[in-house]
């Protein structure tokens, strides 16, 4: 593998991102929408996230080129969920099975702890066991959380969505941290 490196993306990395996830969209499975969002779109999903103070990040090879992104989002807008965030990764095509997916899960799943968050929940859209979003997650310490069967329907085929979620920080076993992101954020400090 050649050399990657892990950073926060920036608005200038938009343009690639944006052809990164308009090739999940046309060719594969991992996003259920039927039509890649403009350039424009995409910007304003990244302002949002940046905003909002999540994590978003890059994977840039060697020769400066984003070969791969990450970030994590709110999981569900009430909030009771404001302690999961729900994670997404894509990765080019010409980068597919060199462990960039590895590498930017890794570092995304660090800069969620830090900010204190208590579950990262993985919403996997054609879920099969064999999926290699599946396989990635498993090996991160995620646990099978439900699937919803024939949820989904692209490419000619009924697709299922795969549930996975990864404790952090304690989990369910300790009340909030009043010093964590989300109960700042929440409370409006």
Request: aromatic share 10%; glycine share 10%.
């Amino acid at each position: 593998m050649s050399r990657i490196t892990i950073r926060d993306a920036a608005p200038s990395d938009l343009d690639r991102i944006a052809e990164i996830y308009a090739d999940a969209v046309r060719h594969g499975t991992a996003s259920y929408e039927l039509e890649p969002p403009t350039r424009a779109e995409m910007a304003v999903r990244f302002d949002s996230l940046k905003a909002g103070g999540f994590p978003y990040l890059a994977a840039v090879d060697e020769a400066g080129q984003v070969v791969g992104y990450a970030y994590a989002g709110a999981f569900r807008p009430r909030p009771a969920y404001r302690f999961i965030v729900e994670d997404s990764v894509y990765v080019a095509p010409e980068a597919k099975g060199r462990g960039v997916g590895r590498l930017l899960m890794e570092r995304l799943i660090e800069s969620v702890r830090a900010l204190g968050f208590r579950q990262i929940v993985a919403v996997i859209g054609d879920g099969r066991a064999d999926s290699a979003s599946v396989r990635l997650h498993e090996r991160l310490g995620f646990s099978h959380a439900g699937r919803l069967a024939g949820s989904g329907y692209k490419h000619g085929r009924w697709l299922d969505t795969a549930f996975m979620q990864l404790e952090l920080n304690g989990g369910t076993s300790l009340p909030p941290d009043p010093d964590s992101w989300p109960e700042r954020w929440f409370n409006g400090a």
